[in-house]
C-alpha cells in the first residue's frame, strides 16, 4: 500500500493564524481526501481534493475555510484559515489507489492545538 | 445513503482472553466493510475488509470478521487479547462497485487491555 507522510505531525497555534498541512504519497493515486477528528471523535470528511480543479467540499466545510490544493497525484495540501480553538483537531489525508478500489490508506494525520 | 453503528463505545478485557467488537451497518447498496484500528497519536491503520467475497475474512494481527447479510453486522473478534490491541477501533462502510468513494464511520469503540 502507498506510504503517506503528513508534515507537521502536530502544532500548536495562535488563534487567528492559519495553518497549512502537507500530504505526500509515495506513488500515484487516483484520490485525495481529508478529514477532521476532533477530540474523543470519529472522522468526518472536509472534502475530496481534486488534482488540477476545485477541491469538493462536504456540507459544513467551506473553501474559505479550508482551502486544499492539489497540483498532482502525489501531493495535497489543506490549510485551516483564521483559527479559533473549535479547530483543534485531528487533520488526516488518505488516499485510494491507482485502481480507484478500496480501502482508503491514511497518513498519521497532523494533531492541531489553537490556543 | 449509509450508516454504521458501533454497539459499545468502550470494551474492556483481560489479555489472553477473546474480543468481540460489534458493528451493525446500513446501506442502500452492496456494501463494502472495513475495520481499521488508531493507537495512540497515529494514524487509522487497516485491519481488514469485506468487499463482496469470503463473508469469513481474515485480517492482520489474528482479527478476523463475519458479514451476516440476514444480521447486517460485521463483528470483529479476536481469540486472544494482547496489550498491543489497545486502541481505538473504527467499522467503517462504504458502497461497493459504485463511483461513490466516501467512508461513513462508527463512533468508534475504545478497547482497554488488563493485564
Known amino acids: 500500500s502507498a506510504v503517506i507522510s503528513q508534515k507537521p505531525s502536530r502544532d500548536i497555534c495562535q488563534r487567528g493564524t492559519s495553518l497549512t498541512i502537507q500530504c505526500q504519497v509515495d506513488s500515484q493515486v487516483t484520490m485525495m481526501f481529508w478529514y477532521r477528528q476532533q477530540p474523543g471523535q470519529s472522522l468526518t470528511l472536509i472534502a475530496t481534493?481534486?488534482?488540477?480543479?476545485?477541491?469538493?467540499?462536504e456540507s459544513g466545510f467551506v473553501i474559505d475555510k479550508f482551502p486544499i490544493s492539489r497540483p498532482n497525484l502525489t501531493f495535497s495540501t489543506l490549510t485551516v484559515s483564521n483559527m479559533s480553538p473549535e479547530d483543534s483537531s485531528i487533520y488526516l489525508c488518505?488516499?485510494?489507489?491507482?485502481?480507484?478500489?478500496?480501502?482508503?490508506?491514511f497518513g498519521d494525520g497532523t494533531r492541531l492545538s489553537i490556543l | 445513503a449509509q450508516s454504521v453503528t458501533q454497539l459499545d463505545s468502550h470494551v474492556s478485557v483481560s489479555e489472553g482472553t477473546p474480543v468481540l467488537l460489534r458493528c451493525n451497518y446500513s446501506s442502500s447498496y452492496s456494501p463494502s466493510l472495513f475495520w481499521y484500528v488508531q493507537h495512540p497519536n497515529k494514524g487509522l491503520q487497516l485491519l481488514l475488509k469485506y468487499t463482496s467475497a469470503a463473508t469469513l475474512v481474515k485480517g492482520i494481527n489474528g482479527f478476523e470478521a463475519e458479514f451476516k447479510k440476514s444480521e447486517t453486522s460485521f463483528h470483529l473478534t479476536k481469540p486472544s487479547a494482547h496489550m498491543s490491541d489497545a486502541a481505538e477501533y473504527f467499522c467503517v462502510v462504504s458502497p461497493h462497485g459504485t463511483n461513490d468513494y466516501k467512508l461513513s464511520f462508527g463512533a468508534g469503540t475504545t478497547v482497554t487491555v488488563r493485564a
Open positions: 488518505s488516499v485510494l489507489g491507482g485502481s480507484g478500489n478500496q480501502p482508503q490508506h
Open positions: 481534493a481534486n488534482q488540477g480543479s476545485e477541491a469538493t467540499y
